[in-house]
């Protein structure tokens, strides 16, 4: 099979944010993609009635939205774009007393009882999977990285691979499921993996092995098209990117910035390293596999595998020197501001850990986690974000 692979400027940014739209009240799921979408659609006289928003696109249950932008050249382009669509779509939420909510699940709306959107491709995906699909109450961050060349794109996918747990650690915030703590930072991370090509990705030497696998799944029925390997990392050939797909929903633009900045200097640190002829080092499977669990289960406290000789760290210790390291890589691409926000990120503390404590301060009621999420998303949105006099981010 010949994949072509449509080149991209490089180290250019595609940003995609899920958010759930809850009730403003009660903090439950409410199934209004359709009023929000056809709002936001009648607001650009430009669209045609057959015509899709060009960055507020249906998901599939109908409690989902998802935001995204055009092709960026830095993050704060990126960050401005997801923020004017996203007040674009709050705009419509507001009448509806409904709020923007963006975490790895919703803590306690019944998964089964949520209504899937009326596509057929959505109708194929609950036929196949039965059971599993029907629990997909799941929603997350994407980062697009551009690529020049398709000869970059498996070295992508085996350095982002290395650095699958400190996403998943800065981003775990879905420790509740249908109304009880699962005791994991992030259930999303082992639950998206049960649908079919989804969880991390086979590693290839070259763009050649990749084509294979597509053409050997293709034949054998798994999938019709490559846009359907939903590997958490992934190469997009359509769109000449690199597709980071680790991390929970992020209720916070500032935190979206931050996760940005670091796939986005990783992936031109990974390229750079390339083109001047250095391997990109990879681990066996069976380390990769189990940084994708501790850090599931551990969050921020994770003591993560480093390299194949099975050497270990705290993901945080680890995660500060590469910080550092990055530096005159986020000085080149003009994010070093927004690189520093991962460092905020671990101070704050991760979605799994604040939701926890606003837990315990509610006597364990987990309609106040919602609600505390969605308040934090509409100040992200709005520009009202504020830090109190402990640190912590409010209103």
């Not at 650095?163 to 259930?187: K, N």
Request: charged share 25%.
């Amino acid at each position: 099979m010949d994949l072509p692979f449509a080149p991209s400027e490089r180290s250019t940014l595609g940003l995609e944010w899920e958010l759930a739209l809850v009730d403003r009240e009660t903090g439950d799921l409410r199934s209004v993609a359709d009023h929000i979408l056809t709002a936001c659609h009648d607001e650009m006289p430009s669209l045609g009635p057959e015509d899709d928003h060009p960055y507020v696109k249906r998901e599939l249950l109908t409690n989902t939205v998802e935001v995204i932008t055009d092709v960026c050249d830095t993050v704060d382009e990126g960050i401005s774009s997801l923020r004017e669509t996203a007040r674009c779509v709050q705009r419509h939420c507001d009448p509806l007393g409904v709020e923007l909510y963006s975490q790895g699940s919703h803590p306690f709306a019944p998964p089964r009882e949520q209504p899937v959107t009326d596509k057929e491709r959505y109708a194929e995906l609950i036929r196949r999977t039965q059971w599993w699909g029907r629990q997909m109450v799941i929603y997350g961050v994407h980062v697009h990285v551009g690529l020049t060349d398709r000869r970059q794109a498996m070295p992508a996918v085996d350095g982002l691979l290395n650095y699958y747990p400190h996403f998943q650690a800065l981003s775990a915030s879905s420790p509740y499921w249908s109304g009880e703590d699962t005791g994991y930072a992030s259930q999303r991370a082992l639950m998206f993996q049960q649908l079919p090509t989804a969880g991390l990705p086979f590693q290839f030497d070259d763009w050649s092995g990749f084509e294979g696998c597509v053409e050997d799944m293709t034949h054998t029925g798994v999938i019709d098209d490559v846009s359907e390997v939903r590997w958490d990392i992934r190469a997009v050939p359509r769109l000449g990117t690199v597709e980071m797909r680790v991390c929970d929903g992020l209720a916070t633009l500032e935190h979206i910035a931050g996760i940005a900045a670091l796939t986005q200097c990783l992936v031109h640190s990974i390229v750079r390293d390339v083109e001047q002829g250095r391997r990109i080092p990879t681990m066996p499977p069976w380390h990769t596999q189990e940084n994708k669990w501790r850090a599931a289960r551990y969050g921020l406290d994770a003591i993560i595998i480093l390299d194949a000789a099975g050497t270990e760290e705290l993901v945080t210790d680890h995660l500060m020197r590469e910080l550092n390291r990055l530096e005159p890589v986020a000085a080149e691409l003009g994010c070093v501001d927004e690189l520093g926000l991962v460092e905020q990120m671990m101070r704050d503390g991760a979605g799994y850990q604040r939701q926890r404590e606003v837990a315990a301060a509610h006597a364990g009621d987990l309609h106040p986690v919602v609600v505390d999420s969605a308040a934090l998303t509409r100040a992200s949105i709005e520009g009202t974000l504020r830090r109190g006099p402990d640190g912590t981010l409010g209103r």
